[in-house]
Structure formats: C-alpha cells, structure tokens
C-alpha cells in the first residue's frame, strides 16, 4: 500500500504545476503552500487545497521551514514536495520533515549536506575515484589564494564553498583581479549563504557543462538517463539545454553517466538528482562539478527522449517503491531543446520586468512541442521571485530537426504587456554557432550577448 495521500507543494510557478499534474495521476492529494502573492495564482486554483504560508517576500513564506511543516501538519499532508529553488536543497526542510514524521520527496537531510558543500562535494567524488577539477581547499586568506593562484594558473575561479544558482563565483586573469575581488566575494557569499568559505579550481575557458540525470531507489537500483548539454549560459546560469549533448562520443557517455552512478551508489543517494560536469574541450577530459540533490528546471528535455516522468518517479522513490525500470530500458529517442523565457529586458542588461502580461498567446501545440508555464492573458508577475514564466520544449528527431522546431514555436510566441527574453533567444537559436553546436560556457557572453547590441544599437 502507497503510503504517500497528501502532499503539500512547498513551491510555486510552473514547477508547482508540473508538481500538481503528477500527483493527480497518481491519485495523490495536492494541497499548494502559497504565499500571500500567490493566493490567486494558477497553481493556487488547480491544487485540490491552497494554504497560505506568509507575506509576499520568501524570507517570510517560502524560506520558512517551521512555516511548511506547520502547514503540512495543518493540512493533514504525510508528504511534502520542494520543487527546485528555494528550501529545495537545504538540510533544513529535509531535518523538519525527518523529526515530523512527514515524507521529504528527495535525498535524506545527510545527502543534501553532503552535496551541499561544494569542497565536501568534491573530497566525496575524489574519494569515489570521480575525476575533480585540479583546485584548492578552503582558502583562509587573500595571501594563500594568490599563491595557489599562481600554482594553479591564471585564469582561476573562485567559488563560494557553500554557493548555488551562479552566485558567489569570480573568474580571475591576474593576481591584481584577485587581490581586487577576494574581500568584497567573501563579504557576499557570506551575506548570500551564511559562510565565507571560498576555494580555486583552474578555469577552462573552452568548455561545455554537461550534466547526467541519475534515479536511485531504496533498493538499491538505479540507472541513469543519459545527459544534458546546458553550456549556454549567462552569469553561470542556464538559459538553453539540450538533450542529449550532441559532440560526447558513445565512449564519452557512457564514462560520464558511469562516473555519475558511482557517485550516487558511494555516498548512499536515494531520489533523482542530477550530477553536474566540466567537459574541457581541448583535452576531453571531463570533471565532477557539483550534484543537485532536487529535481531541475530542465528535466523536461530528459523525460522528452526517455519517456521517463522524473517527477512520478522521484515522488514513488520518496513512497519506498521500486524502480520500475532498469538501465538496459531507457534509451535516448530523438533531441529535445529547452528554452528559458524571464520577464526580463535584454536590453537593459536583463533587468527584471515585472507587471500584468495583456497578451499571452504561446505557440499552438503539436507534435514534440510542449509548454511549462503557469502564466496567461491579464496575470501579474510579482516582483518578489525569479523572473522565469516558461519553459519552451521542441523535440525533434534528430538536433537539426528541434533546431527548426524551436526557431519557428518562437517567432509564434506573443507575449505583451512586460518585456521578456524572447527576441534575445530568437536571435540565439538562429546563430550559425548555435546550429553547428560551436558552443561553450562563455560563448553566450562573449560572442552572442556582444553581437546582440550591436544589432540593437545598429
């Protein structure tokens, strides 16, 4: 018997949803924990119960463990689902939900810090024998930085220990770069994430990040399914993926997902989770980055050429059920691509644009498209979250073919009433350097994001 019944969703926006549709049609209870923000919401009328958890800003709702599990309890959940972002890979909620007696759909509260320390991180995937970019420990000052700098190598980067979502991360050409950003970097991450700690690993300016999308039950089964090129980035924050990364070799693939698996089986994990990596094109040698211990804004993409629903398994792995498939059922199918379209300007320097959307009229469906949003005609993006209302998915039978399918979904995108990315990712899916995967993880800020204003400016 299924012990999971009511689920309370400690999240909102289109990940609340995607949360939503998968406990319905696994005849699970849904109730949405939403801020006073979001009362209204769509998640808010589609969830079979709506309990509000506070004020608008997150520091006061949903950054409050004390306040979801109070409202789980309130609520007669016996399970709780973090989505991404938020408490999704803190300790703190998993801790609660442990002394609560309430289920936490994801890794047990030791995994999440286990991972959640990216120097710990990176002694467990050396320890599994996982190939780990060449870097230091915690550094304790701005003198032993700049001499491990100069072991390393200029370029460096600097990483906060503690960090996440592309905050507390520098990249540093010169000893003078450093001696410039090592104070204000600590004084920031410390604000960010209640720890200064921060470390050097060299940085590989020609480089793709490539992650590996792995499931693993109370069983001790688990299989991966295969992986995600999300090189496009801007701030070291994603705004294009692919599946499956279209320049790994079979060998290549099939060492990382290996790698990936080791990890997952060393340090006990149990849930979905995705395990990042560095691919230094020049070499080819790939390096552990870092593991999300939570479901990914991108994992449409892999469901798309798996068929695989992450999000039903990741909720029966949390129930004590089985794995229902083994490695040798999943196969990659097809490319898909997703895009991420933000309320924001990029013309003024992807400035948040919050306000009432007047018209919403996304592509029409059809075959291998697909949509995740929870906006529409006369909704109001609050000004207190991320900036993200879609995710545009295209799946194609090879990459050419998604290429075009993503190209022409969103030059039939209307959106009116904010300002948002997509004339910024018309321009990017449309690049020559795009459409012959020509790409690393600086290609976005150093050749589109420069040709894009001038176009502008011309």
């Known amino acids: 018997m299924n012990k999971i019944s009511r689920v309370l969703i400690a999240n909102r926006g289109e990940i609340a949803l995607r949360i939503i549709k998968a406990c319905k049609e696994l005849g699970i209870y849904t109730v ?12 808010a009328k589609l969830a079979d119960s709506v309990v509000c958890i506070g004020p608008p800003l997150p520091k006061d709702s949903y950054l409050r463990p004390e306040y979801l ?135 590989f300016s020609n480089s ?34 692919e599946a499956p990364c279209s320049i790994l070799t079979d060998q290549q693939r099939q060492s990382i997902c290996k790698a990936a698996l080791e990890l997952a089986v060393a340090i006990g994990y149990v849930s979905c989770g995705t395990v990042e990596f560095l691919l ?35 909720i029966r792995i949390a129930d004590d059920q089985p794995l229902r498939l083994s490695q040798t059922d999943v196969a990659i199918k097809g490319h898909a691509i997703e895009c991420r379209i933000n309320a924001e300007s ?15 009229a996304p592509p029409q469906g059809g075959r291998g498209l697909r949509l995740e949003t929870h906006c529409y005609s006369g909704y109001l993006i609050p000004p207190y979250y991320d900036s993200l209302i879609a995710k545009l998915i295209v799946k194609g039978e090879d990459r050419k073919k998604a290429i075009l399918g993503m190209q022409s979904a969103l030059c039939d995108f209307k959106i009116e009433g904010v300002q948002t990315t997509l004339p910024f990712l018309r321009a990017l899916v449309k690049h020559s350097d795009f459409i012959e995967s020509n790409l690393s993880t600086n290609w976005l800020e150093n050749v589109l994001m420069p040709q894009f204003r001038e176009s502008r400016n011309g």
């Open 32 to 43: 949405l924990a939403a801020s006073e923000a979001d009362k209204n919401s769509l998640p």
């Open 69 to 203: 599990v109070t409202a789980a309890l309130g609520m007669s959940c016996n399970a709780i689902h973090p989505g991404y972002g938020f408490l999704s890979e803190r300790a703190e909620l998993a801790e609660y939900c442990e002394k609560s007696g309430i289920i936490f759909i994801g890794p047990s509260s030791m995994n999440i810090k286990d991972m959640g320390n990216k120097l710990a991180a990176r002694k467990l995937a050396e320890k599994c024998g996982v190939p780990t970019i060449p870097g230091s420990l915690k550094v304790e000052n701005l003198e032993e930085a700049v001499e491990i700098g100069k072991q390393l190598g200029f370029p460096v980067i600097v990483k906060a220990a503690a960090g996440g979502g592309g905050r507390g991360m520098a990249i540093i050409k010169t000893v003078e770069q450093l001696e410039q950003v090592f104070a204000p970097l600590s004084l920031e991450v410390q604000s960010a994430f209640g720890d200064a700690s921060l470390y050097l690993e060299r940085y």
């Open 208 to 241: 793709r990040h490539v992650e590996v999308q792995i499931l693993r039950d109370h069983f001790d089964h688990s299989v991966h399914l295969f992986e995600r090129d999300c090189s496009v980035q801007r701030r070291h924050q994603k705004v294009i993926e």
């Open 280 to 314: 230094d094109q020049t070499t080819q040698n790939f390096y552990f980055l870092e593991m999300n211990t939570r479901i990914q804004v991108e994992h449409p993409i892999t469901e798309e050429i798996t068929g695989v629903d992450i999000v039903k398994e990741q």
């Open 346 to 360: 990029p013309h003024l320097n992807f400035a948040p644009c919050p306000g009432t959307i007047k018209t919403w």
